[in-house]
């Protein structure tokens, strides 16, 4: 009896069923790479799903085909093997640190109100604040 990881699916799909969401997440970035991967680096990349999670390991693969072309998967493979262990479940991100650790990002969705309108307002219920007293 083997513990080895799964055979592919079918004959005609020879992606392995443990790593259907790897390429599926990496495809739906829009990286299209070949996943003809010899049945060593099947039993390898099974190892690194287990050890630093499909989210870390789709994630860097599609930062390093942002910054370069890259043609098969196999190229991931050596990327893949410096990863860390994913972070136990629990644990909170750090801190951001830099230059910009400080700055909110806005919600480009929220509808925002111009300096003037913002002015107009604080106007508006400052004259409110008189009537009231008078």
């Known amino acids: 009896m083997s513990e080895g990881p799964a055979s592919p699916a079918s004959p005609f799909d020879p ?3 443990y790593a259907r969401p790897l390429v ?3 495809t739906a970035a829009k990286v299209y790479v070949g996943w003809d991967l010899t049945a060593g ?3 390898r990349l099974d190892a690194m799903i287990k050890k630093s999670g499909i989210d870390m390991l789709a994630e860097h693969a599609v930062t390093i085909a942002a910054r370069q072309r890259v043609s098969s998967a196999r190229y991931f493979l050596r990327a893949w093997t410096s990863l860390p262990p994913a972070p136990a479940a629990g644990t909170v991100p750090a801190a951001p640190t830099g230059p910009n650790a400080d700055v909110i990002p806005l919600d480009r969705a929220a509808p ?3 300096r003037a309108a913002q002015s107009a307002d604080y106007l508006a219920a400052a004259l409110a604040r008189m009537e009231a007293q008078q």
């Open 112 to 114: 925002r109100k111009g």
């Open 41 to 43: 680096e099947w039993l």
């Open 24 to 26: 599926d997440r990496i």
């Open 15 to 17: 992606i392995p069923p």
